[in-house]
Structures are given as C-alpha cells and as structure tokens.
C-alpha cells in the first residue's frame, strides 16, 4: 500500500510562509495527479492545487499567485510552497494522489495555522 507523510505544517503569522512536503513510499511516477486539499473546521474538504506527472498545475482561485506546487519524481516527493499566508489558509492540509482507478492515497494531515 502506497504512503503519503506530509510534513512542514505550523504556526505562522499573516504574510509569512510555510512550504509542506509530502513524501511518498513508492515512486510517484506511479501516480498520475498528486494533489493538496485542506479542510478547515466547519467547512467542506477543497482541492488547493494539483499537479501532474508531467508537472502540469492547477490552483484554486483562492491561493493564486501565492501557493506554488510541484513535485519531485526523483526524491517521490510533492511539494505546496505558501507565500503571503492569510487567516483563511488556516485548515488540516491533506496529500492525495491518484494511480488509477480504485488507487487513491492520502497521507494523515498536517496542521497549518494563520494567526497573529
């Protein structure tokens, strides 16, 4: 069974930057999209930023412009880079990644808190 341990998660004031890490246990060549959601309390599990094999990406509109992903097939890790974090950021950021159908991973949570 294919492991996904995210790491980088904090606390970090507003405008400053945290950068999560979510290595897996096979190589990620074997999966197709690997992704980052968040869920913060209260609120529906949404789809922060994916990318590819390939290393094509996808945001959603929300983190524009500050929230970078990208991966690592050689070290079979993904990557989320926040930037000019916000109070609305702060939630339990979840790595995903799929290899096809009925082979979907996700890794345990890691803790992101935007506060002064």
């Known amino acids: 069974q294919v492991q996904l341990v995210e790491s980088g998660g904090g606390l970090v004031q507003p405008g400053g930057s945290l950068r999560l890490s979510c290595g897996a246990s096979?190589?990620?060549?074997?999966?197709?999209?690997m992704a980052w959601y968040r869920q913060a309390p209260g609120k529906q599990r949404e789809l922060v930023a994916a990318v590819t094999r390939g290393g094509s990406t996808t945001y959603t509109d929300s983190v524009k412009g500050r929230f970078t992903i990208s991966r690592d097939n050689a070290k079979n890790t993904m990557y989320l880079q926040m930037n000019n974090m916000k109070p609305e950021d702060t939630a339990v950021y979840l790595c995903h990644g799929v290899g096809g159908p009925g082979l979907d991973y996700w890794g345990q949570g890691t803790q992101v808190t935007v506060s002064s």
């Open positions: 096979v190589s990620i060549f074997s999966i197709s999209v």
